[in-house]
């Protein structure tokens, strides 16, 4: 997978280099490329952004750094790729609070992907014009982490570019870590221990020590509902709904 990272904070993106997505991109998985957008500003001052037209609090975004930034990001593609007319366009997420939530099932759906481009933006957006622009080329897809409101996208772009990629074969050296975490089948995860037995006066369930992997199953089972339905109500009604479709 390629990404293209475009932001005025470029070494915001530094984190990635730790850990399993930079031991990815030494292992090639990933390839990580990230831009100054400043370096697509041609005025004195290196300005990307201006007053809002029709007045209004904060500054916007102007269209054209971000315009020459995603041609650079285009035109930096394997030719093969740019002569095939039935080549996947590059995925265009920019993040904002207005956008679509992204959930465990957005990265699953984006970690088959072969180039996702990132665009966080600063101050109070982008020149909306850049958007209808940026889909001639590019699949667009606003997207927001949560019900809150960040400084920037930059946060929101390491969230879920982790999301994304430690999902792509390999990544992880072991995949049944994927398919026993919260998310993966729509509920919470159940709790985990390990030794000793005995830590502080307080013990391991002891179901845990019987060594009956079927009694185990049942028993995380059984924690993954109670937790879901205590904590997160609105992924449990989810999870009845998605039950009794597959029964009828
Ligand atoms: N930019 C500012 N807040 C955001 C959020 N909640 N999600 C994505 N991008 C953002």
Redesign the pocket.
């Known amino acids: 997978m390629r990404i293209d990272l475009v932001s005025i904070f470029p070494e915001f993106f530094d984190v990635l280099d730790l850990s399993l997505i930079g031991k990815a991109q030494r292992e090639s998985l990933l390839s990580l490329h990230r831009h100054q957008l400043r370096d697509f500003s041609f005025d004195k001052h290196r300005s990307v952004d201006d007053t809002p037209t029709g007045g209004g609090a904060g500054m916007v975004m102007k269209p054209e750094p971000w315009a020459l930034a995603l041609e650079h990001v285009l035109a930096q593609r394997p030719a093969a790729e740019i002569a095939t007319a039935e080549a996947p366009r590059p995925i265009l997420i920019v ?3 207005a ?1 679509e939530l ?1 959930t465990q099932r957005t990265a699953e759906d984006l970690a088959t992907a072969e180039h996702l481009v990132f665009a ?2 600063r101050f109070e957006g982008i020149d909306h014009r850049l958007l209808d622009w940026a889909q001639e080329d590019f699949d667009l897809r606003p ?11 930059e946060a ?1 772009v390491v969230v879920m570019v982790e999301a994304i990629t430690r999902l792509i074969p390999g990544v992880i050296g072991n995949p049944e870590s994927l398919a026993e975490e919260s998310h993966a089948d729509g509920l919470l995860e159940y709790p985990v221990y390990t030794k000793p037995a005995r830590w502080r006066g307080r013990d391991v369930p002891e179901i845990l020590l019987s060594g009956d992997h079927a009694r185990i199953r049942d028993w995380r089972a059984e924690q993954q509902d109670v937790r879901t339905r205590r904590i997160r109500p609105d992924l449990w009604a989810k999870h009845v709904v998605a039950q009794e479709q597959k029964l009828t």
Do not use: E, H, Q
Request: aromatic share 10%; charged share 5%.
């Open positions: 993040p904002t609070p956008g992204f966080p933006a997207m927001s982490i949560g019900d809150y409101v960040l400084n920037g996208g929101a």
